[in-house]
């Protein structure tokens, strides 16, 4: 697909609110949108399970660290996955260029798209069940409670990201966070990987700065 001209300044609010699909099949394309309600829903659902059996199955004090332990688990796993699959670098103009638009790089084009600020979850409960099964053989019976943590950070990573593009926070740390977020993606995307956990940024050194290299052009490439 070759890439479409950039937006003259006044349609840009506009192109950035706009939903192109991403999928040829229209069904399957439709599994791409979601609506925040769905992992609100279904991952509150999930803690209020593996919590109280994850507690009782690993002692309430061990539970509570497990549960902490996988809350940063998520953190660590948010930060990595937005920094290394979410903005690798694929050659202009090939099917990995597509796939990276796709998965990502459509998000920085239409940051403004409502029903795909939240991971669909066509993509976020298959992922969950094979961590749960990974957990489990890994951690015995104490994976409920990691789940539950790892399952807490994802749900408040996911909530967190709908509300500073969709909303204007009104607390300090709020603005904060939408600040710190839309500066990754209108000032520099090669920093400021961390939504819901900044200080990883600081850890790796990806706190901010001048910028590495080119903006990445608008459209698939």
């Known amino acids: 697909m070759s890439e479409p001209s950039r937006p003259e300044p006044g349609d840009r609010a506009a192109f950035r609110r706009s939903s192109p699909p991403l999928l040829r099949s229209c069904l399957l394309d439709r599994l791409t949108r979601q609506h925040p309600a769905g992992p609100l829903v279904v991952f509150t659902l999930l803690i209020a399970l593996l919590l109280p059996y994850g507690l009782t199955a690993s002692g309430t004090g061990a539970g509570a660290l497990l549960v902490l332990a996988g809350h940063s688990a998520w953190t660590l796993t948010e930060y990595w996955v937005h920094r290394l699959l979410f903005h690798w670098e ?6 990995m260029a597509r796939v990276h638009w796709t998965i990502h790089g459509h998000h920085h084009d ?5 029903r795909r600020l939240v991971m669909p979850l066509a993509v976020s409960v298959p992922v969950t069940l094979v961590l749960c099964c990974v957990c489990r053989f890994l951690l015995g019976a104490n994976w409920m409670a990691f789940m539950a943590g790892f399952a807490l950070g994802y749900l408040l990573y996911d909530m967190l990201h709908y509300h500073v593009h969709h909303h204007r926070p009104r607390s300090r740390a709020g603005r904060a966070l939408r600040r710190w977020h839309l500066l990754h993606h209108f000032a520099d995307d090669s920093q400021r990987f961390g939504i819901s956990a900044p200080w990883w940024d600081l850890v790796f050194g990806t706190a901010g700065g001048r910028r590495t290299g080119p903006r990445r052009p608008i459209g698939p490439r």
């Open 90 to 95: 694929a050659s202009p103009g090939t099917r």
């Open 110 to 114: 239409h940051p403004d798209d409502r």
